[in-house]
C-alpha cells in the first residue's frame, strides 16, 4: 500500500470566558499526517488530539486524551470508522476541529 502525506490545521476547543476575545479563540497547529493510503480517520484521531494538548500544554508530547476523539470538518461531524485520510473533507490542507463545529 502507497504512503500518503497530507497536512491539516487542527483547531482545540475553546478557551473558557475570558476578558480577551482572542483568548476565547480556539488554538491551532498544523501537523503533517503519514500514513498508508486509506488510513481511517479512527488510527490517527488520538494522535492529533494529543498534538493539540501537547500545544495546549506548551510541551512537545502530551497522553493521547482517553474515550472517543470527535472531529468536525466545518460543521460536518466526522464518522472516525468511515472517514479516510486523503478522501473528501479530509484532503491536504483540510482545517479540522476537536469537539465542535
Excluded at 44 to 67: C, D, H, K, T
Aim: contains cysteine; proline residues 8%.
Amino acid at each position: 500500500m502507497t504512503a500518503m502525506q497530507i497536512r491539516l490545521t487542527v483547531l482545540g476547543p475553546r478557551s473558557g470566558h475570558t476578558a480577551t476575545a482572542t483568548a476565547q479563540l480556539p488554538r491551532a497547529c498544523d501537523v503533517l499526517v503519514t500514513a498508508p493510503a486509506g488510513t481511517a480517520l479512527a488510527a490517527v484521531s488520538g494522535g492529533l488530539a494529543a498534538v493539540m494538548a501537547a500545544a495546549e500544554a506548551g510541551s512537545s508530547a502530551a497522553a493521547a486524551p482517553s474515550g472517543s476523539v470527535v472531529l468536525y470538518a466545518g460543521s460536518e461531524r466526522l464518522d472516525p470508522q468511515r472517514g479516510a485520510g486523503g478522501e473528501p473533507p479530509l484532503g491536504d490542507g483540510a482545517g479540522l476541529s476537536l469537539s465542535g463545529p
